[in-house]
């Protein structure tokens, strides 16, 4: 069976003027999940929302939130975000001391355990873990901020982690984040990704529903081959 493709807008590039609206829109747009950046001005030079804003979100998000935490330390905040409603929780490993513990911990909580790799960290990160994890999240730019290009190295990162996780044969999903387009969505999924975020892509838009629609139907188009991914 076909893997399904999900489409995640990321919270950054909304409207913080109206968080609740832009959550909302993008739900009734079809958005599959909510990535919701949590940034500490530590770990990465930005800093954004935090379990409060998660909380007050949760009752108007009809979708999973997919907190993605670019924060150290990292085990503090998961009990935090997890009595915030959040459903998925992903982190960095070099944003935790204890990597298999901080996973545990997520997991012990009811949530969903992803773990992030940023452009330059190696896939050897998944070696002892990954029987413990949901989700896998290919960073495909330097986290920190909202609108910056795709690195194409994370297509070959993407293919050899999609070849690690279907070798293990269980359902985690492969997550992509940074610089997704809809003229990249293609190529990434093509690439092994099932789990797309889109920040800027999505909200620098008028119509939210027409955006998710065609990076879904490029993402589609790429799993099933239906695309040549440019050389
Ligand atoms: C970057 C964040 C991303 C970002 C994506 O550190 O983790 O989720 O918001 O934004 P775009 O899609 O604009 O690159
Ligand atoms: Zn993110």
Do not use: W
Not at 36 to 42: E, I, L, R
């Amino acid at each position: 069976m076909a893997r399904s493709i999900e489409i995640a807008p990321s919270l950054l590039s909304a409207d913080f003027a109206r968080l609740g609206e832009e959550v909302a829109a993008v739900a009734a747009a079809g958005a599959d999940a909510l990535h919701f950046d949590v940034m500490d001005n530590h770990y990465v030079p930005n800093l954004t929302v935090g379990p409060l804003v998660c909380a007050a979100l949760r009752p108007l998000c009809p979708i999973p939130i997919d907190v993605h935490l670019m924060v150290r330390p990292v085990d503090r905040l998961v009990a935090d975000f997890a009595n915030a409603g959040a459903d998925i929780i992903t982190f960095h490993p070099e944003a935790s001391e204890h990597v298999h513990r901080t996973i545990g911990l997520i997991r012990d909580h009811g949530c969903k355990a992803g773990l992030a790799l940023n452009p330059a960290t190696p896939l050897c990160v998944l070696d002892h873990v990954l029987d413990q994890l949901d989700l896998v999240l290919v960073m495909s730019v330097n986290p920190g901020f909202a609108g910056q290009g795709f690195i194409s190295a994370a297509l070959d990162k993407l293919r050899a982690a999609r070849r690690r996780i279907d070798e293990g044969g269980r359902p985690i999903r492969l997550e992509v984040d940074g610089g997704v387009k809809v003229d990249n969505a293609a190529a990434i999924a093509a690439a092994g990704a099932d789990m797309l975020v889109a920040g800027s892509a999505v909200f620098s838009q008028p119509d939210y529903a027409a955006v998710i629609d065609a990076l879904r139907a490029a993402a589609i188009a790429g799993r099933d081959g239906r695309f040549a991914p440019a050389a």
